[in-house]
């Protein structure tokens, strides 16, 4: 594999790692500023691969496209950070479900299910561990007395 290929593939597996994990931290929390940032890492993850690619056709679009990407990103975060801090002075929580009055009006409002109660583990007394054999015998100077400091 030629080198300018081998490190096209490392950038883009690299780029793919971060949409990936960006993406699972997106669909999983439901906390808005770690929304947020599982947006931004998404992005950074696409800005890499564009630098990659750019720099492998020997281009600058790649490069001049992820400078206009982050000037867009920092006003959206600018616009995201204000809207986050005005509704949590509203609502008091960071918990998107916990927003009902952002959803159109003819949506049904979202209503969490409650999880199942765990079963109760019986009482059972603490393992314990067998002996593993005799303490071997030290001599009481060598505890009490230290030659070395």
């Not at 918990?95 to 079963?119: C, G, H, M, V, Y």
Request: charge should be negative; glycine fraction near 6%; aromatic fraction near 8%.
């Amino acid at each position: 594999m030629p080198p300018e290929l081998a490190l096209l593939n490392n950038y883009l597996i690299v780029g793919a790692v971060l949409f990936g994990v960006g993406l699972i931290g997106f669909l999983c929390r439901r906390n808005m500023i770690v929304m947020f940032l599982s947006v931004e890492i998404m992005l950074q993850g696409v800005s890499l691969s564009l630098v990659a690619w750019g720099r492998f056709h020997n281009n600058f679009d790649g490069q001049m496209l992820v400078l206009f990407m982050i000037a867009v990103a920092a006003c959206e975060a600018a616009v995201a950070l204000a809207l986050v801090l005005m509704l949590f002075q509203r609502r008091g929580n960071l918990d998107i479900a916990e927003w009902q009055l952002l959803r159109e009006s003819n949506q049904p409002s979202f209503t969490e299910k409650p999880l199942p109660d765990e079963p109760t583990p019986a009482a059972e007394s603490s393992p314990h561990l067998s002996l593993a054999g005799v303490a071997p015998e030290v001599p009481r100077e060598e505890i009490e007395y230290r030659p070395k400091i």
